[in-house]
């Protein structure tokens, strides 16, 4: 199976609308409106098989040394092919070239995350996050994700 990862450009943004939007409805990811995804394209990767979008990523910098794996989804049907795993590696690549030392997740799913590398963290451990961005989220006071980290090397 021929998997690319690439950087996303305007014509994938109604694709990663939809992907987000099928997603956030059943609580498992936050929808992105179309605007906010042009707003932060250049932080998009997705994954294509065949010439169709069969999922996508973005890498979000919050301090000199932190960043954070978002909005990373592959369709229904295209799991455990190695979509996830590929974008996150290419979102890991981008962090680096940036000069981030780790990248955080939110996540329902901390296995595929454990499998990359990721350890789970006291959500307290993300101060960064959780003052900067989490304040303005509605679950705030109910959070139920799980915080994982990584450290990056330098390969
Ligand atoms: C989580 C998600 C992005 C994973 O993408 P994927 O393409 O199915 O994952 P991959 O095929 O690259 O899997 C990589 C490894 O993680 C494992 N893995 C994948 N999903 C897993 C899960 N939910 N729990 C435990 N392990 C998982 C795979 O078995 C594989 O392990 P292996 O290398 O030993 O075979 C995808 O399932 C998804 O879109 N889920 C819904 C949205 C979501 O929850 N996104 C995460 C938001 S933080």
Redesign the pocket.
Known sequence: MSISIRPATTADVEAIHVLLGD?ASEG??LARSTDEICEHLSNFVVAEREGAVR?CGSLEVFTEDLGE?RS???RPG?????????MVQELEIKARRLGLTRLM?????P??FR?LGYRIVAMEALPEKVFGVCVTCPKFDHCDEIAMEKQLGSS
């Open positions: 997603y498992q990811l999922g794996v990373l989804a592959v295209e799991h455990g092919h190695g979509h996830g795993r590929l997740a939110l996540t329902y799913v296995g595929f499998k």
